[in-house]
């Protein structure tokens, strides 16, 4: 059951724009299969799955490759980890870490291969992160600060 419900939620999240948990829970049900958001937040979990910024600036549920995921994770963890702070102007984001760490951060960022990013420049302790727009710049601020906390 669990593993057909997971290959369900594959499928939805990777033919559908899913935002939460709530949406994906009444997907699942459409097709017959009685879930609870709980149940939902742990197949989340352990499916290892992220949001990523859709095209029309929405997040969504994905996943990632499965050669990506034990490198992303390590990555993902270090960035979380040497974050300071950040804030954007235009469509640059300028991402402060602890000092040393912001070439293993920035390395984080790109791994997520997020197509709204350009790229990153990495120094010592300061990462600068374009944004193909000003307003995913401001969304992506949002979305490290929501992370960190």
Same mark, same amino acid.
């Given at each position: ?6 290959? &369900?939620?594959?499928? @939805? @999240? ?13 997907? *699942?049900?459409? @097709?017959?299969?009685?879930? !609870?958001?709980?149940?939902?937040? %742990?197949?989340?979990?352990? *499916? ?20 990506? !995921?034990?490198?992303?994770?390590? *990555? *993902? !963890?270090?960035? +979380? =980890?040497?974050?300071?702070? #950040? ?9 402060? +870490?602890?000092?040393?760490?912001? =070439? ?8 997520? &291969? ?5 790229? !990153? ?6 990462? /600068?992160?374009? #944004?193909?727009?000003? &307003? ?6 949002? %979305?490290?600060? %929501? /992370?960190?906390?």
């Amino acid at each position: 059951m669990k593993y057909s419900r997971h290959a &369900k939620i594959l499928d @939805i @999240i990777e033919k559908n724009i899913i935002e939460t948990q709530e949406e994906l829970a009444e997907k *699942l049900k459409e @097709i017959g299969m009685d879930v !609870t958001q709980a149940t939902v937040s %742990r197949d989340i979990k352990e *499916l290892r799955l992220i949001k990523v910024l859709a095209g029309d600036n929405r997040y969504k549920y994905a996943s990632f490759a499965q050669g990506e !995921t034990t490198i992303s994770n390590k *990555l *993902l !963890t270090i960035f +979380t =980890q040497s974050f300071v702070s #950040c804030d954007y102007a235009n469509n640059i984001v300028v991402v402060k +870490t602890l000092p040393g760490m912001a =070439q293993a951060s920035a390395s984080a960022v790109d791994s997520l &291969k997020w197509s709204d990013i350009v790229g !990153t420049i990495a120094g010592d302790d300061t990462i /600068m992160i374009v #944004c193909r727009a000003e &307003k995913i710049a401001e969304e992506l601020v949002n %979305r490290f600060n %929501r /992370m960190i906390k």
